[in-house]
């Protein structure tokens, strides 16, 4: 079992940048994809971004494409989410997710095998 503890969720203004952190512990962190989802209120929780093992494949949800960047660090057993001109849609409880394999292609939340526990984002003018 992988344990992931979120960071860097907060309130901010249209147009502005946050940055999320995971960071992972337990098993072998840069043996496994990593994922980022979200869940707006009274929505259900949608996959955003996901990254391979090695960090060199990427792909995202259209709506994020061109804004926000997966990135990880396997030293550090970390895992980010860089979003920039941030948008009040983007308002979520933001998760980190690790699934076994990478796929180009959106995850089912059936294929996560550990969650975080949340960061929350709100963007609002």
């Known amino acids: 079992q992988v344990r992931l503890v979120e960071s860097g969720g907060g309130s901010v203004q249209p147009g502005d940048s946050l940055t999320l952190s995971c960071a992972a512990s337990g098993r072998t962190f840069s043996k496994n994809a990593m994922g980022w989802f979200r869940q707006a209120p009274g929505k259900d929780r949608e996959f955003v971004a996901g990254?391979?093992?090695?960090?060199?494949?990427?792909h995202y949800v259209d709506s994020v494409k061109d804004r926000f960047t997966i990135s990880r660090d396997n030293a550090k057993s970390t895992a980010f989410l860089q979003m920039n001109d941030l948008k009040p849609e983007d308002t979520a409880v933001y998760y980190c997710?690790?699934?076994?394999?990478?796929?180009?292609?959106?995850?089912?939340?059936?294929?996560?095998?550990?969650w975080g526990t949340g960061t929350l984002v709100t963007v609002s003018s």
């Open positions: 990254i391979n093992s090695s960090g060199i494949r990427k």
């Open positions: 997710a690790v699934r076994s394999t990478y796929t180009p292609d959106t995850w089912p939340t059936g294929d996560v095998t550990d």
